[in-house]
């Protein structure tokens, strides 16, 4: 359904300077335009305000050889009860650095299946959270689909106070394991249908419903482990033999798409700007 009078901006990104340049209203049949000079090294970003929560088109970097297509800026009615479901959580765990840590990154696919936003019934009730390892340290977020300031860790909670638009989002969280760690614990309260676990350290075991799966990237081997995660049943974490090289973790990093099978279609259904 084409939402008329929606207050549409347009957003340029460059290395020297960002925000908002220019703005119009949606016609009757949900359509709106801009003119945009083509920049190789600008991006621009097209976002609608729908009762009071933001929504992004895709990013929009513009050729002059090339000509745009028809963007669509997809909305969504809030609602405190959208159903918002974990549908996959992924690790990877570095080999253990010259003082013993061992580096973990923690991404969970939040999935809104439904056509509606989840939001908060209050400011004080996150729309969603989860539970991190209790013995985890040096806990903060990493490179999420959310703003910093919207996701808060409590202890061993993590709460997310933003609203969720229907369709998939990524949030990750960056940790650390203690030196001289043998058994590292992730507690699972909610059933995740998939999860894959990747280590540069294949002497690492994992004890829970996985299959071990290990690969080779770029001439390395690394530790490899694809299955489930049980609501009680948490998942466990277990070091011992020779540690690899800590240097491998950047290359882990950058490899991590080639790595863990993320369903990530952006499939929502709302009403259009």
Do not use: C
């Amino acid at each position: 359904m084409a939402v008329a009078g929606a207050r549409v901006v347009l957003h340029r990104v460059s290395v020297n300077a960002s925000g908002p340049i220019d703005s119009t209203l949606s016609d009757a049949r949900g359509r709106f335009g801009f003119r945009i000079v083509p920049d190789t090294g600008v991006v621009y970003l097209v976002s609608a305000r729908w009762a009071t929560i933001e929504y992004f088109a895709v990013p929009l970097v513009v050729h002059s050889e090339v000509p745009l297509a028809a963007i669509t800026v997809v909305v969504a009615d809030p609602s405190t009860t959208a159903h918002v479901t974990l549908a996959a959580r992924h690790l990877i765990v570095s080999a253990p650095t010259t003082d013993g840590t061992r580096d973990v990154v923690d991404l969970f696919v939040l999935d809104n299946p439904g056509p509606l936003t989840r939001v908060s019934s209050d400011s004080l009730r996150p729309t969603w959270r989860a539970l991190l390892p209790h013995f985890a340290v040096n806990i903060h977020a990493g490179n999420s689909e959310f703003s910093l300031e919207s996701l808060q860790v409590n202890g061993d909670t993590l709460a997310l106070f933003a609203a969720i638009p229907p369709g998939q989002r990524d949030v990750e969280i960056d940790y650390q394991i203690a030196p001289n760690t043998a058994r590292f614990e992730l507690p699972v309260d909610v059933d995740v249908p998939a999860s894959n676990i990747v280590s540069a350290d294949k002497a690492m075991r994992v004890r829970g419903a996985y299959t071990r799966s290990d690969t080779v990237i770029d001439n390395k081997p690394y530790g490899r482990w694809e299955g489930s995660m049980m609501a009680g049943r948490p998942v466990v974490l277990e070091f011992g033999g020779r540690a690899l090289p800590a240097w491998l973790i950047p290359v882990m990093a950058g490899v991590m798409g080639l790595v863990l099978v993320i369903v990530t279609l952006r499939s929502g259904r709302g009403r259009a700007a």
